[in-house]
């Protein structure tokens, strides 16, 4: 209970209103009191002294001073208790009212002594009795003191007075307390009331109900406390929602990432992977988050270490091969406001695609090197020849310019083929197209190629499949697309073989399928047997006068028809080509 503010409030507001009270009831009654018995002792020793004037003169017998201060005595009423009057050592009078005054006679000597040796009144407070107050005057006549006047006040009527008015004080403090107490309670929830309010709604917003308002009820403090509650609700929402958004922004951009990500603390623990670093290495959530960089470091062999992100090492930079994969590592620091390296994140980068086309780039520059090396070679040591002095003879130049005229028709063919190979790639190439009649198409060309089948006593024939439906082309591309496919299938097919040309109707496309009983073509060599320059068997492909890119502009023609060539084969059992063409409309 004493840890509320609003009890805080209460016993404060209590215990400053009871010293308050105290102070001043001991204040007040010790002053009344003071005031009282000065007076009484003022009105005694004035009476005192009009008494000695009346007796100075009257100092002829004792019965007539006795019958004065009976007389006196006795209108005094019930407040002065004993009267002695003394003279020339003698009591020559008294009176007194209460018991043990003969006790008293000896310190009413002694003050009457100290009177007439001082020559004024004596004030003698009784120790016995503390509410008892004596008084001794001087009875001077001549400028001489010829006796004293004693007289003993009763001061219980001063006692019982301020014992009353310590309970009225006493009264008075018990009701300001409980009205204190009261108000207290009531002005203490006024104040408290708010704050608990706020505090709970706090708390709820703590949990994330952001619909906390508090209704504003007064200007003062507590009102704007209030108002600047309301006003910090709704920029934190508003600033969480924001940083919401930020939050799945990111989220959304690192999870779609095609790079992985991996992010490290200052402490070497990873708090962070998208969903590419675990495909990339092909494992699970629980294999590398939450775990010490340097113990996944290991077990993935990337060659960098929690030092080498924190120091900036030479190392941050790594290229790994990773289940068939290239990958290149990249460290980049994470800094503080002291700009130290308090963590790092890993981009993982797969240069696969990158890499490979890079060494087909490279292959591809060098096998034109080589394509047009080979025939420039043959003709310049062909014209070197002839320069120095075969031109004498007829037979030898014919043959020479046979050979020369060949090699001129090959780097022709060479270059023709990559110049529209270029056109293919940067889109440049000139389409004429038109609705066409597949079956008069690959008709025409096997008629056109037959002659090369039947020189090698080959047998090619051509099967129609139900009635094709049109298609949308340009005849002359297709057309090379179908004579490449079959001079291919008859340059490697052996002799007395057998090359089966059909088209037929499949689903919503014309499917055009050249098989053949040639050589073959190994398993390994077929993923890559359109890449430009790629030959399954180089030194007899050369020879038979292939440039290497038949096939891969074939691919390019039937693609920018938006259709789909692939091959099947089987080593030493033959090959088939299937190509498919979307079809337009039934002709």
Known sequence: MLKSIQWKLVIISFLLVWLAMAIVGVYITGAIEKEQIDSLTETIIARGY???????????????????????????????????????????????????????????????????????????????????????????????????????????????????????????????LCITALLGNLLSKTLTGPIKEVTSKAERLAKGDFGQIIAVKSRDEVGQLAEMFNYLTVRLKSTLDEMSREKNKVDTILTNMTDGIIA??????????????????????????????????????????????????????NILSINNLIIKINVVQIMNEYNEAEGGM???????????????????VANVSHELRTPLTTIK????????????????????????????????????????????????????????????????????????ARQKNQTLSFEVQGELCG??????????????????????????????????????SVEIRIADTGIGIPKEDLPR??????????????????????????????EAHKGSIRIESEYGKGSEVIINFPCELEV
């Open 381 to 452: 040591s062909y014209t070197e020849t002839l320069l120095d002095g075969a031109l004498d003879s007829r037979e030898y130049t014919v043959n020479f310019l046979k050979v020369i005229n060949s090699e001129s028709d090959r780097m022709t063919r060479l270059v023709k083929d990559l110049l529209q190979l270029s056109k293919l790639d940067y889109d440049k190439m000139e389409w004429n197209m038109r609705s066409l009649n597949v079956m008069n198409i690959v008709r025409d060309c096997v008629e056109k190629i037959e002659i090369s």
């Open 50 to 176: 009009y008494l000695a004037d009346n007796l100075k003169d009257k100092t002829v017998g004792a019965p007539n001073i006795q019958e004065i201060v009976s007389n006196w005595f006795v209108g005094q009423g019930k407040q002065v208790r004993a009267v002695y009057v003394y003279e020339n050592e003698d009591f020559i009078a008294s009176q007194n009212n209460y018991e043990g005054a003969k006790d008293s006679n000896l310190q009413c000597i002694w003050i009457v002594d100290r009177a007439i040796e001082l020559a004024k009144e004596v004030e003698y407070p009784d120790e016995n009795n503390k509410y008892l107050k004596s008084i001794a005057v001087p009875i001077i006549t001549s400028n001489d003191v010829i006796g004293a006047i004693y007289i003993s006040a009763d001061l219980s009527s001063v006692a019982e007075n301020v014992k009353s008015v310590r309970r009225i004080l006493t009264n008075a403090t018990i009701w300001a």
């Open 346 to 364: 890993l981009v993982l980068q797969d240069v696969t695609e990158q890499e490979k086309l890079d060494r087909m780039r490279k292959e591809f």
């Open 471 to 508: 298609i949308k082309g340009d005849k002359d591309r297709i057309e090379q697309v179908i004579i490449n496919i079959i001079g291919n299938a008859i340059k490697y097919t052996p002799e007395n073989g057998s090359i089966q040309v059909t088209a037929g109707n499949r689903e919503d």
């Open 264 to 317: 490290v603390n200052g402490d070497g623990i990873v708090v962070h992977a998208n969903p590419a670093a675990y495909n990339i290495f092909n494992i699970k959530k629980e294999d590398l988050y939450s775990r010490d960089f340097d113990d996944v470091s290991k077990e993935l062999n990337l060659g960098i270490t929690f030092n080498d992100i924190l120091r900036d090492s030479e190392n941050n930079f």
């Open 529 to 558: 047997l359109f890449e430009r320059f790629y030959r399954v068997d180089k030194a007899r492909s050369r020879a038979m006068g292939g440039t290497g890119l038949g096939l891969s502009i074939a691919k390019n023609i039937v």
